[in-house]
């Protein structure tokens, strides 16, 4: 299994960007995706998070600002981010936690993509 995320790029501040993260390979279940973040000089935080029955969950810094979607079919999550701040500023990475097709379970970091902000 493998993971290919995409999306990032520079933005001016009250702009929009929209990451996408592929899971591929023999995918039995992705049971969580998850986005973190990782600014220069500061730890990993997470982002935002959904699970396999639909369920979000967002850290309040970007609460009302950005959005995570799926598209099932497609083993792809989405981080919808509208009225960005230079504060969102960092290299986002995401998460898929799952079982193969043989039902051995994953645990998958795909490629960080930087996400600048310029005020």
């Known amino acids: 299994v493998q993971l290919q995320a995409s999306g990032g790029g520079l933005v001016q501040a009250g702009g929009s960007l929209r990451l996408s993260c592929a899971a591929s390979g023999s995918i039995h279940l992705l049971n969580a995706m998850t986005w973190y973040r990782q600014a220069p000089g500061k730890q990993r935080e997470l982002v935002a998070t959904i699970t396999s029955s639909g369920s979000t969950n967002y850290a309040d810094s970007v609460k009302g600002r950005f959005t995570i979607s799926t598209d099932s079919a497609k083993n792809t999550v989405y981080l919808q981010m509208d009225s960005l701040k230079p504060e969102d500023t960092a290299v986002y990475s995401c998460?898929?936690?799952?079982?193969?097709?043989?039902?051995?379970?994953?645990?998958?970091w795909g490629r960080g993509t930087l996400v600048t902000v310029s005020s």
């Open positions: 998460n898929a936690r799952g079982y193969t097709s043989l039902f051995r379970a994953f645990d998958l």
